[in-house]
């Protein structure tokens, strides 16, 4: 079973600044993968990075990049120089693969980001 | 635009009802997925769909049953709805039988209001 959380209901950031999102998970897999989705107004699912647990170099993508502690099982996102377009829900997801990837994802609450002009 | 076509949009039906959700995944992914996005539950994967069979379910009622056809096309049908069926239902697709090693995208959903 796995579990993921998000401290973080809401968070506000300047436009151009950087601001973090947190996330805890639990899972009892040996093997799984961590992402973040980003859900805009329009309420598509837009995969923002993901994360193979086995590799420890923070996966990276653009101006978002992931802070990965495995041993603390933390897996927060990080956006560099925060666009008006980046306003949205981010959720943090997990999926096991020991079982062969076959619980789907397991999601955060999500946590509202705003961006101030 | 993902590649992912979910229809319809929006539907509105009373409780009691039955409906179908429709979903087309993108070219080539053998795997379908369905979510449901609620306010009190968030976001749960339902169940999973490879190459026409059913691979793994989640959190979905009795109530809920999904197939997948030879053309790859999947249908979500609900019935005997309730008010706490009012979500957000999405679909997914991948090329493979996890969400995990390869990315998947997902649809514009369905949303499903009971009343």
């Known amino acids: 079973a796995q579990t993921v959380t998000q401290s973080q209901p809401e968070m506000s950031v300047q436009e151009a600044e950087t601001v973090t999102l947190s996330c805890t998970y639990d899972?009892?897999?040996?093997?799984?993968?961590l992402f973040w989705y980003k859900q805009p107004p329009s309420r598509q699912m837009i995969l923002v990075i993901r994360?193979?647990?086995?590799?420890?170099q923070n996966a990276t993508e653009n101006r978002f990049s992931v802070n990965f502690q495995k041993a603390a099982k933390s897996f927060s996102l990080k956006i560099s120089d925060s666009q008006l377009g980046d306003a949205a829900m981010y959720f943090c997801a997990s999926a096991g693969l020991s079982g062969g990837g076959a619980d789907g994802l397991t999601f955060g609450k999500g946590t509202h980001l705003i961006i101030q002009p | 635009d993902s590649g992912v076509t979910q229809t319809p949009k929006h539907l509105i039906t009373a409780t009691g009802q039955r409906v179908t959700l429709r979903c087309s995944p993108r070219?080539?992914?053998?795997?379908v997925y369905w979510y449901q996005q609620s306010l009190d539950q968030g976001l749960q994967f339902l169940i999973q769909y490879y190459n026409g069979e059913e691979r793994a379910k989640g959190n979905i009622l009795e109530r809920f049953s999904a197939q997948q056809f030879p053309d790859l096309h999947s249908e979500l049908n609900l019935s005997s709805l309730e008010l706490g069926d009012s979500a957000l239902y999405f679909c997914?697709?991948?090329?493979?039988?996890?969400?995990?090693?390869?990315?998947?995208?997902f649809g514009q959903g369905t949303r499903l209001t009971v009343v």
């Open positions: 994360q193979e647990a086995y590799k420890q």
């Open positions: 997914a697709s991948s090329p493979g039988q996890t969400m995990g090693n390869t990315e998947a995208f």
């Open positions: 899972t009892s897999e040996s093997d799984y993968y």
């Open positions: 070219s080539g992914d053998l795997s």
